[in-house]
T-cell receptor
Framework: GAVVSQHPSWVICKSGTSVKIECRSLDFQATTMFWYRQFPKQSLMLMATSNEGSKATYEQGVEKDKFLINHASLTLSTLTVTSAHPEDSSFYIC???????????FGPGTRLLVL | AQTVTQSQPEMSVQEAETVTLSCTYD???????LFWYKQPPSRQMILVIR??????QNATENRFSVNFQKAAKSFSLKISDSQLGDTAMYFC???????????FGTGTRLQVFP
């Protein structure tokens, strides 16, 4: 089956620093990847859709200058949380769509803690 | 706007028994997809089952089956012969055709007891 990886699995950083999270599709090419955010005991909320070779599409209420997304290749998308603050602490999950199929395959998630 | 509602925050079932998780959704669309995802304690989201709205036949995957009632906008998940490894959060999700946006419900926490 399709496998999606994320790195790092967890990160702790100081307030004001930037953090980069990588999402890779390991055995398929993903023209479209997605970034979600999940607060404790809550559902997944789509933050943005990442398209290879073009600008990401952000959901309403998500600051594009704070959450920078780059999708430079068919197997890699990155999310950079710039000038992170404690309220950015959350679980960030990426997913990738396998070609023409509607199913999204999810990465294992990255837990971010901002002190 | 589409919404997905899971009215059961928590459910429990004894091993080997059957449990049904409820999901309702609201949409004006005719063509869409519905999914059930499982999120175990590891937090890795795993696809359990999917259903195309144009198909009348209910999807099944081994011990997992759905009861898709399009008119009622209901999409319940039945887990037969429950196993300890089924313990997880279960999310119902909706996707409009020709879009990539998954809309998730709030989840149901399922605990399987020995």
């Amino acid at each position: 089956g399709a496998v999606v990886s994320q790195h790092p699995s967890w990160v702790i950083c100081k307030s004001g620093t930037s953090v980069k999270i990588e999402c890779r599709s390991l055995d398929f090419q993903a023209t479209t990847m997605f970034w979600y955010r999940q607060f404790p005991k809550q559902s997944l909320m789509l933050m943005a859709t990442s398209n290879e070779g073009s600008k990401a599409t952000y959901e309403q209420g998500v600051e594009k200058d704070k959450f920078l997304i780059n999708h430079a290749s068919l197997t890699l998308s990155t999310l950079t949380v710039t000038s992170a603050h404690p309220e950015d602490s959350s679980f960030y999950i990426c997913s990738a769509r396998d070609g023409g199929f509607e199913t999204q395959y999810f990465g294992p998630g990255t837990r971010l803690l901002v002190l | 706007a589409q919404t997905v509602t899971q009215s059961q925050p928590e459910m429990s079932v004894q091993e080997a028994e059957t449990v049904t998780l409820s999901c309702t959704y609201d949409t004006s669309e005719n063509n869409y997809y519905l999914f059930w995802y499982k999120q175990p304690p590891s937090r890795q989201m795993i696809l359990v089952i999917r259903q195309e709205a144009y198909k009348q036949q209910n999807a099944t995957e081994n011990r997992f089956s759905v009861n898709f009632q399009k008119a009622a906008k209901s999409f319940s998940l039945k887990i037969s012969d429950s196993q300890l490894g089924d313990t997880a959060m279960y999310f119902c999700a909706f996707m409009k055709q020709n879009t990539d946006k998954l809309i998730f419900g709030t989840g149901t926490r399922l605990q399987v007891f020995p």
